[in-house]
């Protein structure tokens, strides 16, 4: 089903605001599933709202906690996300790093202490409205099973990427492993087969039932290492070491480097003991430090294009990063967003809960 995403938004402010955030911070975090929604990233939109619920439930989220800035130089910033939403404390040190990348040519900022914070090219995409450049990372609960191993580790640590062009950015934005955890969610709730080997089970065999997949991720990532049932999702390259898939273990331990380890916070593989925290990275950089705005933006505008028209298989067309995002959200605005059965039961539920009227 479909429904507007002006209707969404305005659910999602009044839920937020029912759980305790004030009237900013609800915005801010319905705008981000909402743009999740439009550009079809449906794995990290409204979906996760009973997730979040849980956690808040929980005491993993605490809405009332401000995120704070711990130290600072011209061109860094470090954040304590004081156990809120990631989205909150990511907003706020990519705001902090824009205007010192405006001033030294590149920042960073890392933030601890945090929570999941949606997706990762939200961040990026404020990069790109000031004319930067952009990246964010973060680490997450652990997901992944390494090259050769049987039992998850890593997490499935989303890169986001983004450079000014034309008729749109590049914008690369998704998991350093297969697929996203998300997105095995929202196969299952949909009662649909994974159409791809994204998963394995204990025996490291691919799983392609979507609920069996969930339900291995959920003891993953929910289960210290001696409670779970083994297997994972796989690292980007499959299976199989010879299709290099030690390069996709390779990226994600990047990520754990840049995110966990830099902040001093949890490793993903740590996160489901003790204290709950994941861990982000952003960087931003002035791209008229090296040369003309819109030469570079006319370059990289003539790269993609040519990628595009180059000869491809019949039927078949060559997508750049960030087409069908774009494509999707000129679409869903007029459209609505799609909202499968079982996320709108939970959002009835919610709204039951909460007194609050659901579109």
């Known amino acids: 089903m479909r429904i507007q995403a002006t209707d969404e938004r305005h659910y999602l402010v009044e839920v937020f605001t029912k759980f305790g955030f004030n009237q900013d911070d609800s915005q801010l975090l319905a705008d981000t599933l909402v743009d999740a929604d439009l550009?079809?990233?449906?794995?990290?939109?409204?979906?996760?709202?009973?997730?979040?619920?849980?956690?808040?439930?929980?005491?993993?989220?605490?809405?009332?906690?401000?995120?704070?800035?711990?130290?600072?130089?011209?061109?860094?910033?470090?954040?304590?996300?004081?156990?809120?939403?990631?989205?909150?404390?990511?907003?706020?040190?990519?705001?902090?790093?824009?205007?010192?990348?405006?001033?030294?040519?590149?920042?960073?900022?890392?933030?601890?202490?945090?929570?999941?914070?949606?997706?990762?090219?939200?961040?990026?995409?404020?990069?790109?409205?000031?004319?930067?450049?952009?990246?964010?990372?973060?680490?997450?609960?652990?997901?992944?099973?390494?090259?050769?191993?049987?039992?998850?580790?890593?997490?499935?640590?989303?890169?986001?990427?983004?450079?000014?062009?034309?008729?749109?950015?590049?914008?690369?934005?998704?998991?350093?492993?297969?697929?996203?955890?998300?997105?095995?969610?929202?196969?299952?709730?949909?009662?649909?087969?994974?159409?791809?080997?994204?998963?394995?089970?204990?025996?490291?065999?691919?799983?392609?039932?979507?609920q069996e997949a969930e339900d291995i991720l959920a003891t993953a990532a929910f289960f210290t290492e001696g409670e779970q049932k083994g297997g994972g999702v796989l690292t980007l390259g499959g299976s199989n070491e010879e299709n290099s898939n030690y390069k996709g273990m390779g990226n994600s331990i990047v990520i754990e480097l840049l995110t966990g380890i830099l902040a001093q916070g949890s490793i993903s593989a740590d996160t489901v003991s003790g204290k709950h925290d994941f861990s982000q990275f952003v960087m931003v950089l002035n791209p008229a430090f090296f040369g003309d705005p819109e030469v570079l933006k006319k370059d990289a505008t003539s790269m993609l294009d040519r990628i595009r028209q180059l000869e491809h298989i019949p039927g078949k067309e060559i997508w750049v990063p960030g087409d069908r995002e774009y494509r999707l959200l000129a679409e869903n605005k007029e459209k609505g967003v799609t909202i499968d059965e079982k996320t709108y039961q939970e959002m009835k539920e919610i709204g039951t809960e909460l007194g609050i009227d659901v579109p």
């Open 39 to 210: 550009r079809g990233i449906s794995s990290h939109g409204i979906q996760r709202l009973a997730w979040y619920r849980r956690m808040i439930k929980e005491g993993t989220i605490i809405p009332q906690n401000k995120a704070k800035i711990i130290r600072e130089l011209p061109g860094s910033v470090l954040v304590d996300a004081n156990q809120n939403m990631g989205q909150l404390a990511t907003v706020l040190a990519t705001q902090k790093i824009i205007e010192k990348a405006k001033k030294t040519g590149v920042a960073i900022a890392v933030i601890r202490n945090s929570n999941h914070f949606g997706t990762a090219g939200y961040y990026t995409r404020l990069a790109l409205e000031a004319g930067l450049v952009g990246v964010a990372l973060t680490n997450t609960r652990p997901l992944v099973v390494p090259t050769n191993a049987i039992q998850a580790f890593l997490g499935s640590n989303a890169f986001a990427f983004g450079f000014p062009a034309s008729p749109h950015p590049f914008m690369f934005d998704g998991a350093t492993c297969v697929v996203s955890g998300g997105k095995i969610q929202v196969h299952a709730k949909k009662g649909e087969p994974l159409p791809g080997e994204w998963a394995v089970d204990k025996d490291r065999q691919v799983v392609t039932d979507a």
